[in-house]
């Protein structure tokens, strides 16, 4: 479909009292939204797999549209996937849409993603940041990854407000799955003191922890 008929999709999907909320969680007055749920903008990209190109024309004025265009590409096969994954960060300008910007079929490929990996967290944006972050979150936290995690978390820019949140949820996550080594990290107080203390607190709001490891988390604060 083109452009003006997106448009008319998005906006028939309208919902107002949804645009106000979500426009105050992005905390960003520079985005124009429309206020389009996200099942909504998730079932609309699944409308472009077949015309990509198309969709990566199309201005990015609105949030949900560069929602649907990176929506859509996340849904591609690998292979069709890291052609437009560059393209796709460059758009990232909210924690929202870099957050559902998550893409399966990196499960399968996660060796032969780590050059974007290393390649986004070397950038200091944001964003790229952000996105290098979450996505370890998504698809890494485990052993085998630990140490590629805490560097490239040590690497990353936490002046930024969105990377050290992420910061300090990746290493959240990993002192939940992988205690014993995320542990050792955070005794290291290798991280500035904000992130420290952040990440002892998000892994202290995880119900999958026991009492007795969030009180002694807690005495490791600075």
Not at 30 to 52: M, T
Not at 71 to 97: G, H, M, P, Q
Not at 158 to 168: E, S
């Amino acid at each position: 479909m083109p452009y003006p008929e997106l448009l008319t999709q998005l906006e028939s999907a309208q919902d107002v009292k949804y645009r106000d909320f979500h426009k105050r969680l992005l905390k960003n007055e520079n985005i124009k939204l429309i206020g389009v749920r996200v099942p909504v903008l998730r079932k609309i990209a699944k409308d472009y797999l077949n015309r990509i190109d198309e969709l990566m024309s199309y201005p990015d004025e609105y949030y949900e549209v560069t929602f649907v265009k990176l929506t859509a590409v996340s849904y591609l096969k690998y292979e069709a996937f890291i052609k437009y994954v560059d393209e796709c960060v460059r758009l990232i300008d909210n924690w929202a849409t870099c957050d559902c910007f998550c893409a399966k079929c990196i499960a399968k490929n996660r060796q032969a993603f780590l050059p974007y990996i290393a390649k986004f967290s070397d950038a200091d944006k944001e964003f790229y940041q952000r996105f290098a972050l979450v996505t370890l979150l998504h698809f890494y936290v485990e052993e085998d990854y630990a140490e590629l995690i805490f560097d490239t978390v040590l690497k990353c820019n936490t002046n930024y407000f969105y990377v050290h949140m992420a910061a300090a949820w990746l290493v959240a996550e990993m002192l939940v799955k992988c205690y014993g080594t995320a542990l050792k990290f955070i005794k290291l107080n290798l991280l500035d003191r904000a992130t420290h203390n952040k990440s002892i607190q998000k892994a202290c709001e995880s119900y999958r922890l026991s009492d007795e490891i969030k009180n002694f988390l807690k005495g490791l604060k600075r």
